[in-house]
């Protein structure tokens, strides 16, 4: 890294701290700003989830069918005036679905994003913070986890348990999406430990778990929200990828990688249930990706261009 | 190096039996039996099915004979296919799998790294920004979305192609460029900042003051730099590739291992799905090995210990 | 000694730079890093380009042999003549001819400026396959004999190092060794101790003194310290935000700076032979930020001697092309 890439000049200590919180963020939202794929991205996103949540409400409201709404003397009908998508074999408009599999989609990104950036945050700092063997065995433990073929055994643990609704879909994708987050944090956390606020604050006898959570990991948010960021759009995959293989959400719940499996079925003979929400999988996952690319390039400059 | 090598390939016992053991506790401990399903067989047939596997025995017993045997190469018999061992079915679907992963990540490396020179190379012109936007383009085409499409256009409306099957050249096409392509756009986000990174470079200035030709410094000063990132990432991405041939199989009827495994573990067909584990597992941690020989072997700096 | 053909008439420099500007087009606007230069380098001559970090030394010298990145570097104006050929502007290809072969250059840090994923030997090897047309054998042993004259312990064992297996002085040797392995005409030498101990860097200047001698090799030697010219070169040229200010031959200048900034720098040297007591000055204030160039003289704002006119005028050249300074005010004889 050559001193001409850096913004700004870098700041070390304590007093620097107060002034680095408040123009850190500022400075990531005027880069996020001028970064016109990342707006174009995180416009697009919003419109997608609008689309999503509210799309299927207004269809039952306005026409009165829902995803599930089977018409089976109009089925397998290619793209018309009232039905955008075409129907399905079963006479369920191809649109409606779409949107509530995006909906899914979204809904399984998000939350599995969440819970795997809780976990991993959690993880690594308290890895961190203790530091010495502790540390050393918990990183250990994620090193092994990291090199097992995971997503085998995601695949394993729900078609044993047969396990396919959404609770043991979150644990499997959490399974597999914590692990570099907890390595992250706990990187930052092992940096942060040893500056002055830091001590200052366990001088003064406040407890390991306080200093953590109010110290340690509003320092650490920027990484976390990056991760967050970039981890959305991979749960979504996974999700889908699951579903793909029959191991995700159930019928006659549509998400989108269960509609491109029917779509890749029967693409044969009806193009239109493959392509729409193929097409729609990768228009959400190419938002997604271009506003994490984004929130990673404002937030933490150095990455930039770095997978 | 020769003592690095040996000592990490006997570190590999460890770790794999610890995945062994791992995995088999998973499998064995869940509910069900890989007889059960099967409606209207007497109990005594099933009785005798069960200890025709070994599995009226005690559970540490199962596991050290399935230990034992593994030692000596034998990965157990199939209750799916029981005309079939495990050694068989993987022995049938190991090669083509091997086949469309490795022409899979060929092409995601030829492709990724040329379109990351471009990128780095040309920074902030028409020619990065259509490299990256390709990526990007890329990178959200996940394989279940990219195959199902590239069968549609080129297998059944083009006709250039076939969308499925196997046996000849051209079948490996298809599912080879599917399962590349979001690896191949990786590598080229991954080459264009490795690039970039040693673009500015005070020893690429000095190989420029030499007066060496362009292209000379790129291969020679700057791919091996460049490069490491991509190297880091090939260990990750041979492991998602495997796990994506299981999609890719599907799609293009590709007589592979992948089907299997989805199978396997569904119907409890434990020696099978153990020994899918097992050898996916062993090949992984082998690949990683290389990669890490080859990460020494570009960058002097590291040392072997 | 040379294989090159002269092709200059006698009397003619090695080297002319003439109103040489280089400036850089940045978001802040453009950078006028460096501005009407010139300067001429003799055979045989050792030139001192002396200046803090950010003076414009290092750009005008990587501008000769087209090494400025364009963009965001472009030249306005300026002629660089070099064996009586003008450079500035030559197709990258006939410039790739010169550099490394007529032309050669060290640079500051030995640690980063060598490759650090290649053998000293290819590091070197490339050299005389891309200039002598070498096979690799034949430009192993010359390199290994370039490595000797260098001073490069056991160079045999050492051409098959790579360079974090070598010391600093060693590195720098090698360096040094590459400049030199195609005898080039013109040695640009870009602050070539500053990254070293000090032990080692009286060594690195002796070795580069001993080859200049032995090779009848010009010499720019880009430094901010004073020090290192004084026993090194013939004439020193003192460059200020992108300009020179002063220039004349080394004891003259020593003995009689006339630009205040040139009297700063020279009591800014802590000097063996000072009176105790005497304090070591620091010149006040910082260098003027090259996007945004005071009024008038340059170095007005922090000069002691400046009056209203050099906050409003350029300062012209006064005296000849022995010793000149662009000054209103210059330090007359035996002032501090």
């Not at chain 1, 029967?266 to 493959?274: D, I, N, P, Q």
């Not at chain 2, 007066?211 to 410094?217: D, F, T, V």
Request: net charge neutral; glycine share 10%.
């Amino acid at each position: 890294m050559t001193a001409g890439e850096q913004d700004g000049p870098p700041v070390a200590g304590q007093g620097a701290e107060l002034v680095r919180g408040v123009s850190l963020w500022q400075d990531a939202w005027a880069r996020l700003k001028r970064n016109r794929m990342a707006m174009i991205g995180a416009a697009n996103t919003l419109l997608l989830v609008f689309l999503c949540f509210l799309g299927p409400i207004a269809v039952r409201a306005v026409w009165g069918y829902g995803y599930e709404t089977q018409d089976l003397a109009y089925g397998a009908r290619p793209p018309n005036a009232e039905h955008w998508f075409g129907t399905d074999f079963f006479g369920r408009d191809l649109l409606t679905r779409v949107l509530y599999g995006g909906q899914i989609s979204l809904t399984v990104g998000l939350l599995a994003a969440t819970v795997a950036a809780t976990v991993g945050t959690l993880y690594g700092a308290v890895s961190g913070y203790l530091g010495g063997r502790v540390d050393n065995l918990m990183m250990r433990i994620v090193d092994v986890i990291y090199a097992l073929p995971y997503m085998f055994l995601v695949i394993i643990l729900i078609a044993i348990f047969q396990a396919t609704n959404l609770v043991s879909l979150f644990v499997g994708l959490g399974m597999v999406g914590w692990l570099m987050t907890a390595r992250i944090v706990r990187g930052q956390i092992l940096s942060l430990k040893e500056r002055e606020f830091v001590q200052a604050a366990r001088s003064m006898g406040v407890s390991g778990p306080t200093t953590i959570v109010r110290h340690l990991i509003p320092n650490t948010l920027g990484p976390i929200i990056v991760y967050f960021t970039l981890t959305v759009p991979s749960m979504i995959l996974q999700e889908a990828f699951l579903s793909f293989l029959g191991l995700g959400v159930q019928a006659p719940r549509p998400s989108l990688g269960a509609l491109i499996n029917d779509g890749a079925q029967h693409m044969t003979v009806f193009w239109w249930e493959l392509v729409f929400p193929a097409t729609a999988m990768a228009v959400l996952l190419f938002s997604l990706n271009f506003v994490g690319d984004g929130v990673r390039d404002a937030l933490d400059p150095q990455m930039r261009g770095r997978g | 190096m020769t003592r690095f090598i040996v000592g990490r390939v006997l570190g590999l016992i460890p770790t794999l039996l610890v995945i062994v053991t791992l995995s088999f506790f998973v499998i064995r401990l869940a509910p069900g039996s890989p007889f059960t399903t099967e409606r209207g067989v007497p109990k005594e047939v099933v009785e005798e099915l069960q200890a025709h596997y070994g599995f009226d025995r005690p559970f540490q017993e199962q596991l050290f004979n399935y230990l034992a045997n593994l030692a000596s190469g034998n990965l157990g018999l199939s209750t799916k296919y029981p005309q079939r061992t495990v050694n068989e079915i993987i022995a049938a679907g190991f090669p083509p799998t091997l086949l469309i992963g490795s022409f899979a990540l060929l092409w995601a490396l030829l492709f990724g790294v040329s379109a990351g020179i471009i990128g780095a190379m040309r920074q902030n012109t028409v020619f990065d920004y259509g490299a990256m936007s390709l990526a990007m383009v890329g990178i959200s085409l996940p394989t279940f979305v990219l195959g199902p499409l590239l069968a549609l256009v080129f297998g059944l409306t083009l006709y250039v192609l076939p969308p499925a099957g196997w046996g000849a050249a051209r079948h490996v096409v298809l599912p080879a460029v599917t399962l590349g392509t979001v690896y191949a756009a990786y590598v080229a986000r991954l080459t264009r900042g490795g690039m970039l990174e040693v673009v500015r470079a005070d020893f690429v200035r000095t190989a420029r003051a030499k007066g060496l030709s362009e292209q000379l410094i790129i291969w020679r000063h700057m791919l091996r730099g460049g490069l490491l990132p991509v190297v880091t990432f090939l260990g990750p991405a041979i492991a998602n590739i495997l796990v994506g041939s299981v999609v890719v199989e599907k799609i293009f009827a590709v007589p592979g291992i992948g089907p299997y495994f989805v199978d396997a573990a569904f119907n409890r067909d434990y020696f099978l799905v153990m020994g899918i584990v097992v050898v996916y597992s062993a090949f992984l941690l082998v690949m990683n090995l290389i990669v890490d020989v080859l990460y020494g072997f570009l960058d002097p700096r590291v040392r072997y210990t | 000694m040379s294989a090159h053909a002269n092709t200059g008439g006698a009397g003619e420099p090695l080297l002319r730079v003439d109103d040489l500007a280089v400036h850089f087009e940045t978001d802040e606007g453009v950078v006028k890093a460096v501005d009407g230069v010139s300067f001429e380098v003799q055979r045989g001559e050792v030139l001192g380009i002396v200046g803090e970090s950010g003076s414009g030394k290092s750009v005008a010298n990587q501008a000769i042999v087209g090494l400025v990145p364009r963009p965001p570097g472009f030249y306005p104006r300026g002629r660089i003549h070099f064996d009586g050929q003008q450079v500035l502007g030559l197709s990258e290809r006939k410039l790739r001819d010169i550099r490394g072969n007529r032309i050669a250059m060290i640079f500051q840090d030995p640690m980063t400026s060598l490759n650090p994923y290649l053998k000293v030997e290819r590091q070197l090897t490339e050299l005389l396959e891309r200039h002598r047309n070498l096979d690799r054998r034949k430009a192993r042993t010359g390199a290994i004999d370039m490595l000797v004259q260098v001073g490069m312990p056991e160079a045999e064992r050492r051409v098959d190092a790579y360079p974090h297996e070598l010391s600093g002085g060693m590195r720098q040797r090698v360096m040094i060794a590459m400049a030199l392995l195609c005898e080039p005409e013109l040695l640009i030498a870009d602050e070539p101790t500053t990254a070293l101990d000090v032990t080692i860097q009286a060594q690195v200047l002796d070795l580069i003194r001993d080859l200049q001698a032995r090779l009848g090799t010009s010499v720019i030697l880009i430094t901010h310290d004073l020090g290192v010219v004084a026993g090194m070169a013939h004439r020193v040229a003192v460059m200020y935000a992108g300009r020179i200010v002063e220039q004349a031959d080394t004891d003259t200048l020593f003995a009689a700076p006339r630009h205040p900034y040139t009297g700063g720098l020279l009591r800014s040297v802590p000097r063996i032979d000072s009176e105790p007591g005497r304090a070591i000055e620091a010149i006040k204030g910082l260098p003027p930020n090259p996007a945004a160039l005071p009024a008038g003289c340059f170095f007005s704002p922090r000069c002691g001697r400046a009056s209203e006119r050099c906050g409003q005028v350029y300062p012209d050249r006064d005296g000849d092309a022995g010793h000149y300074v662009h000054c209103h005010h210059p330090l007359s004889e035996g002032e501090p």
